[in-house]
């Protein structure tokens, strides 16, 4: 009797980005192999379109992600969850009791809302970001409909693009973030200030320097009537959304016995191979991030930087290549409220002097079309950090149109291959005035950077 | 008595994309130097935004090119124009009699459209495309009022682009090319294809494999009624665009005792330096552009170039900089016909075989949001090209929406610091839902590259 129910090559746990593009990846690089998914759900839907749902989209049926791409690449998909693995036996058990033997694993668990130990938390309406079909269907049918108050604890991305999302639906959206500012962990000043003043101009509360001490109940104690700030006052609100951050999912490879990293993710190493088993793999939220610049923790969890990792491991399943290991994270995203776009690539300012860097900046605003005439035009502004002695790109922000988010991925592109201020500001970009700006802005506030160090004593 | 009536440190003559640019740069890196630019315009049109003067801009006095950014980096604007320059005396002689003396000078004198020795080009009502606000403003306010039908030959860049914007103003248009599709000589076939269907769709006319013999009289023998074909067939059109091309302006550079290329631009070196005269310079149109590639002569003519050029001299004037040095041209362009943009970076997989190169290309359609669902979004086409020796990146293209420029910046960074497939297939890229597609378009071209590249034997 054979001891094990399904067999296959390649085994990814997880069926978010990170395991959705390793199992693309894995199956074009080595076409022999049997590659399998697993997951819980039935129809996933795209993370990052999650906020969309309750406002632009309009239903979780419109967020659906595909799964045509991988079974076109000839991958299969099961449904189910994996209750455990064992790496000798190089076998995986199934919740419902299947076991699946396989020779590679990849781990792309993912990772969950974190929920403080807050007085109220239990409270009906009180509710967090679940990547899940039938729970945000639910928030959406159930719990939302008739909400006119609705409180969103932390001001980092999710808080922001929820309370834009749920204004549009009439909800009277209070915004509660501890430090000074909205994304004040990602962003300089200006474009964290940029985001305040257009969602105050939409209606939304901002309330920044707060810290909730407690979610209370209503009139029906079981459910939420509102919350308490640090300064004794008091918020009414019939529901709460609680956004401060997520930790990995690493109870699958702790059993395992694999080694997590302090930052809370599975350790693995530049070609995401986890430390005691060169045949077991971890990518995405649920494997430990190394800076790009430093080496130390990076503890931005990014739906791009999961596939980046989901690539990588694919390329090296069966045989380690150097050059396709992972550099180190940098931090590369966007977003968008109502019209204005905002994003960063690498460091900030104040994020590289932090860790130690002598860096040098330039800004630039400018429109994003020639002539400034011409329809769609926005003001665009960008502002670059270099590093001072190499004098290479290690971060930019730039806030504007459309175009916002591609021109951060050139801004990735070129710390990937480490250009310097020099090589930005001797380059040919592409121009028309229907779609950029004349002078490219990153060419534009690289010559800003290097005018205003040659001013420099 | 002094023999100059004018004393400048850096005299740029010409007020193009490229005098422009290299004033600005050289007022940024060379603060304590005098820099003067002499153009006979006092108000310059964006050239790029040409042909939106006639649709979507609607006026000559809405694509006016600012002068402010060079005045507020310190430097001075003459108008007048250049009769001749002395090396020797280091002087140049305005039409007007004054003299100026300078110790560096920047040749910056553009180009001006080809007019081939046809039968009837001068006619009334058949005209070229003139980089002068009185010329531009005459063709609108006189020329085209009343046209109901004209004919554009040449299907490039300018002849697409002023069909699309000629068509917006109910003209009938007839669209000529020699070649076997319009663009041909820049996008392999898709983009043609995709370009021709939606000008098709708008209602202008396409004559492709096309040649014009003659441009006729109508009732008016001082006035065009027509053109006659090679086939012998004839079409009415009471105007006449002719496009085929440009041609550098270099008779100031000539007259001088500069060394012009076999391409017809002055010879320059890395540096934009002039082969007799390391004080003189050329930059943009009037300069002859080695190919990135190839070092062979690059014919295409391009603002973005023209500026890259103008930076480059800008940083140079008075000291050599290796790594602000040309690389050659690559040739990056996109441009919009309705809502389809369209545009390519480096070689085509046609110009590339051509030279000689063994090469893989990769091709991905994907909409340019995910969920797909997303309001605002595209079809994006991404098709890259690779050197299949080194796995270098030598070109793309792309067709999609309003990021589809920026995509091919992205492009164009990556082919100036030589990124192979593999960096590309493994790079973090930003994404969010309503700015970018899930995986980035490059990634999962490169991917579909390599992948095919496997199954080769
Ligand atoms: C509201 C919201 C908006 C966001 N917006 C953006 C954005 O715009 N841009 C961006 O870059 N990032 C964004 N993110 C972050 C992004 O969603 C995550 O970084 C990304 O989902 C991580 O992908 P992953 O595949 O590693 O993990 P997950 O997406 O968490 O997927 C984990 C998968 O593993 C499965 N799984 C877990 N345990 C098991 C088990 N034992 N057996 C089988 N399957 C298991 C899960 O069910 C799931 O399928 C956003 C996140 C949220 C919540
Ligand atoms: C309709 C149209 C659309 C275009 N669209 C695009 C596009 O979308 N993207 C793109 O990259 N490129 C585009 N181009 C090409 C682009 O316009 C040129 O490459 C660019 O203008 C070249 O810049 P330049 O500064 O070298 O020369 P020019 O723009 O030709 O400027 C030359 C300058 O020199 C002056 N001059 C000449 N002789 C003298 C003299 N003796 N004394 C003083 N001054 C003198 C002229 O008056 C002028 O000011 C387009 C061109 C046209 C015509």
């Known amino acids: 009797m054979q001891d094990h129910d399904i067999e296959t090559d390649v085994l990814i746990v997880g069926g978010g980005p990170a395991g959705m593009m390793c199992g693309i990846t894995a199956a074009q690089f080595w076409p022999s192999r049997h590659v399998t998914l697993i997951r819980p759900e039935e129809e996933a839907v795209v993370p990052c379109g999650i906020p969309y749902i309750f406002g632009t989209l309009g239903g979780t049926d419109e967020d659906l992600a595909g799964r045509a791409p991988f079974l076109a690449a000839g991958g299969q998909i099961l449904t189910g969850r994996i209750a455990s693995a064992?790496?000798?036996?190089?076998?995986?058990?199934?919740?419902?009791?299947?076991?699946?033997?396989?020779?590679?694993?990849?781990?792309?668990?993912?990772?969950?809302p974190f929920v403080p130990p807050i007085e109220g938390r239990d409270l009906q309406g009180v509710f967090e970001i679940h990547?899940?079909?039938?729970?945000?269907?639910?928030?959406?049918?159930?719990?939302?409909?008739?909400?006119?108050?609705?409180?969103?604890l932390g001001g980092g991305f999710i808080g922001v693009e929820f309370a834009d999302e749920l204004r549009k639906r009439g909800i009277e959206v209070h915004l509660i973030e501890q430090r000074p500012h909205l994304l004040g962990a990602s962003?300089?000043?200006?474009a964290c200030v940029a985001v305040e003043q257009?969602?105050?101009?939409?209606?939304?509360?901002?309330?920044?320097?707060?810290?909730?001490?407690?979610?209370?109940?209503?009139?029906?104690?079981?459910?939420?009537?509102?919350?308490?700030?640090?300064?004794?006052?008091?918020?009414?609100?019939?529901?709460?959304?609680?956004?401060?951050?997520?930790?990995?999912?690493?109870?699958?490879?702790?059993?395992?016995?694999?080694?997590?990293?302090?930052?809370?993710?599975?350790?693995?190493?530049?070609?995401?191979?986890?430390?005691?088993?060169?045949?077991?793999?971890?990518?995405?939220?649920?494997?430990?991030?190394?800076?790009?610049?430093?080496?130390?923790?990076?503890?931005?969890?990014?739906?791009?930087?999961?596939?980046?990792?989901?690539?990588?491991?694919?390329?090296?399943?069966?045989?380690?290549?150097?050059?396709?290991?992972?550099?180190?994270?940098?931090?590369?995203?966007?977003s968008q409220i109502d019209e204005l776009a905002f994003g960063v690539a690498g460091l900030t300012e104040a994020s590289a002097e932090n860790i130690g860097f002598e860096v040098f900046t330039g800004d630039i605003r400018m429109p994003d079309h020639h002539p400034a005439t011409m329809p769609g035009t926005h003001e665009l502004h960008c502002r670059l950090v270099f590093d001072a002695n190499s004098e290479r790109l290690i971060g930019g922000q730039v806030i504007g149109g459309p175009t916002t988010a591609e021109i951060l991925n050139i801004l990735a592109v070129a710390i990937q291959l480490r250009a310097t201020a020099t090589d930005l500001a001797s380059f040919q970009f592409g121009s028309h005035p229907r779609l950029t700006a004349p002078v490219h802005p990153i060419v534009a506030a690289t010559g800003e950077a290097l005018r205003r160090r040659l001013e420099k004593p």
Chains 1, 2 share one sequence.
């Open 86 to 112: 064992d790496r000798n036996a190089r076998t995986a058990l199934l919740e419902d009791g299947r076991r699946i033997a396989w020779n590679r694993l990849v781990i792309a668990t993912g990772s969950t």
């Open 131 to 152: 990547k899940d079909y039938d729970y945000l269907d639910t928030l959406l049918s159930e719990t939302l409909p008739g909400v006119k108050r609705l409180a969103i």
């Open 187 to 190: 962003f300089d000043l200006d």
């Open 198 to 334: 257009r969602l105050t101009a939409l209606g939304v509360r901002i309330h920044t320097g707060a810290t909730v001490e407690a979610i209370t109940a209503g009139t029906d104690p079981k459910r939420v009537g509102g919350i308490r700030l640090n300064d004794g006052g008091t918020l009414a609100a019939e529901a709460v959304l609680i956004a401060i951050g997520t930790r990995p999912n690493t109870t699958l490879a702790g059993d395992m016995g694999l080694t997590l990293s302090r930052s809370g993710g599975v350790w693995v190493d530049g070609f995401q191979q986890s430390r005691e088993d060169p045949h077991v793999f971890a990518v995405g939220d649920c494997a430990h991030k190394q800076d790009f610049f430093t080496r130390h923790a990076n503890h931005a969890l990014l739906a791009s930087q999961a596939a980046a990792e989901g690539r990588i491991a694919g390329m090296n399943l069966y045989g380690l290549k150097l050059p396709r290991s992972n550099a180190g994270s940098i931090s590369v995203y966007a």
